[in-house]
């Protein structure tokens, strides 16, 4: 088991290699928006949200890096950083696949156990394209004790359910603020029902 640090606000930082669906799944995730164009991240960028579970908030400040090689070097910073990684790859690109091993490696360097690390096979609406399979993924997950999980952000298929697996594997501040955050919850409840009603789960993206 990992062994996090309480935090009022915690980091996680997207890794893998270009072109896999970081920013995709983070966009899904905030906006609940997909776009079919490829469009580089370029260094890192940052965004943060908060989260409403069942018995506790959680803030996230979400740090995606680019895939590309010439940005490798900023990259160690924000992984010693972070107490959540999630190390992403392309169902259809085997390559990325197996370079997760390289990802969750440095990981474990700079962090050791002192993070929770969230396997993620994403594009699994092109299942026809496949190099990747499901078994293989949960294989990996098992041997190198991480967690994992299939996404499709085009579809909008287990985003949410990513960051509720990782959310709720993080530890509460403590119990007397989580009391304060379970009072605050109830305010907001019908306004969160309101809103999550409201949005649409499919992407209605016409690629
Ligand atoms: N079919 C399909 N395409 C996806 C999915 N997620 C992302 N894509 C597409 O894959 C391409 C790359 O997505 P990005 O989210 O920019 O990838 P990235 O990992 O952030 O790439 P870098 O910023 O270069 O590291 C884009 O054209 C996306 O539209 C998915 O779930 N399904
Ligand atoms: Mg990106």
Redesign the pocket.
Known sequence: MPKIMARSKYKLVFL??????????ITRFMYDH????????IGIDFLSKTMYLEDRVVRLQLW?????ERFRSLIPSYIRDSSVAVI?YDITNRASFLNTTKWVEDVRTERGNDVVIMLVG?????SAQRQVTIEEGELKGKASGVMVIE?????GLNVKKLFRQVATNLPCMDDSKTEQQLTDLKLRSSTVSVEESSKVSESRCPC
């Open positions: 893998g290699d270009e072109s896999v669906g970081k920013t995709s799944i997909f776009d079919c164009t490829y469009q580089a991240t995606d890096t680019a895939g590309q992403v994403n594009k699994s609406d092109l996404t499709s952000a085009k579809k």
